[in-house]
């Protein structure tokens, strides 16, 4: 990931579809735990961590919009459903005794904390993984511009994107034999090719708060450890 110094304090972003396992929808409980141990390895390390999980194995705003709902009201059960994968992620992660804080943007104080900037900080202090639920609060928006935001205002070091792939590809590599891989890219070359690393408003933020984004795959076993220790397959965006 660059080498140098270790890193202290990153965000992971995932998507709700990598909980949903061999299932096609939902949430299936043995994957969330293998993602969950993933995590643990790493905060093994000392890293400091926080969570954006998406909800798109549940629900997806646009999605409902195009059957025929209003975008603002699927948009917020897109949002709703991000808390229920991330309560399902604060289980699996405290089954492997690590204190784990679900964080809404929309408070809901019986099933989680509200988001209070300071106190999330004060909880990644305490090596508490902290779980960022419903997105940022706003329909329109993404859990690629959430975790964006999340990790500006938290001041980590980079956003860990964990993907189906080890990275980014000039085309599909699920489609092409020949599609190659970057080892580095810049947020512009993401923006004008439209690669899908994470939707524009997310690397437009990024890009202005200089945070890199490593993409890597979730499905190898040590995967996140090992972009981590810098010895794994992975794209760096930035610069
Ligand atoms: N969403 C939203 N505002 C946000 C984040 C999410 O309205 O700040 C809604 C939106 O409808 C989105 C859904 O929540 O489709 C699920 O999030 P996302 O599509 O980002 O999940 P992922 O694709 O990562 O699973």
Known sequence: TGGGKPLRRVMLKISGEALMGPQGFGLH???VE??????????????EICMVIGGGNIFRGLQGSAQGMERTTADYMGMLATVMNALAMQGAMESLGIHTRVISAIPMDQVCEPYIRRRAVRHLEKKRVVIFAAGTGNPYFTTDTA????ASEMSCQAIFKGTKVDGVYDKDPEKHDDAVRYDTITYDEVLQKHL????ASAIALARENGLPIIV?????EGGFKSILAGTGVCTRVDG
């Open 196 to 199: 899908k690393v994470m939707d």
């Open 29 to 31: 409980p043995p994957t």
């Open 216 to 220: 890597f795959s979730l499905d190898a």
């Open 34 to 47: 293998r993602i969950a141990r993933e995590v643990q390895s790493v905060h093994e390390m000392g890293v």
């Open 147 to 150: 975790a964006t935001l999340r």
